[in-house]
């Protein structure tokens, strides 16, 4: 006769049964700190540019033609950043835009602090920094011409080259120009940064 007695189910415990592991959390990237990393550094530039170029002087023994006078005389002639207007625009857009760089950095910190605020910094970040590529280009532009003109000179409408003359002045004003090209690269990299994170927070 077949037996009736049923198998003896596995004792209960009371531990429940193991949590599946959990998948590892992403570490968030905080745009904000690298937004004043980046302003910081276009605050460095623009100031190191502009020292640069304000500091551009020298004077050289320049052979001078003279009414009157059968042969060039040497003269005492000094090369300043003043002498040009492009100069002075370039010096006076890289100031404002360090300016800029001030309020801006100030700015990003309270953003920091109170990130409620976030959208309405970004989108005034994302608008002026478009506006201060502008500017920097333009400056950089209008200095980067009459710099090529004193280094190569025109031979077509008669205009001298000076930087072998003034060498120095030349090397001051190439350094400058270059420092202002690099903030002009650094802007267009915190527009689009800018720009990316807002449509990222409106998107969410």
């Known amino acids: 006769m077949a037996s009736t007695d049923k198998p003896a189910s596995p ?24 937004d004043v990393a980046l302003r910081a550094l ?21 052979p001078v033609a003279v009414p009157g006078v059968p042969t060039r005389v040497p003269m005492l002639l000094p090369a300043k950043f003043n002498h040009s207007p492009a100069f002075i625009y370039f010096v006076a857009a890289l100031s ?6 001030i309020i801006t ?5 309270s953003v920091l602090k109170k990130p409620a605020y976030s959208k309405k910094f970004l989108l005034f970040f994302a608008l002026w920094d478009v506006v201060f590529v502008g500017i920097v280009a333009s400056a950089v ?13 025109n031979d077509h409408v008669a205009w001298n080259k000076i930087c072998n003359l003034y060498g120095k002045f ?8 270059a420092v202002a090209l690099f903030a002009a690269v650094l802007l267009v990299w915190l527009s689009m940064m800018s720009t990316f994170i807002l449509y990222k927070k409106i998107r969410d």
């Open 11 to 34: 004792p209960k415990t009371d531990c429940p049964p193991p949590a599946a592991a959990a998948p590892p959390s992403k570490c968030p990237f905080n745009y904000t700190l690298v």
């Open 42 to 62: 276009l605050f460095a530039a623009t100031v190191t540019s502009v020292v640069v170029m304000v500091t551009s002087k020298q004077t050289e023994l320049v």
């Open 96 to 101: 404002v835009t360090g300016l800029y760089s």
């Open 105 to 109: 950095i100030l700015a990003s910190i």
């Open 141 to 153: 532009g209008a200095a980067g011409g009459v710099a090529y003109i004193g280094l190569k000179g």
């Open 170 to 177: 030349c090397r001051h004003v190439g350094s400058s120009i």
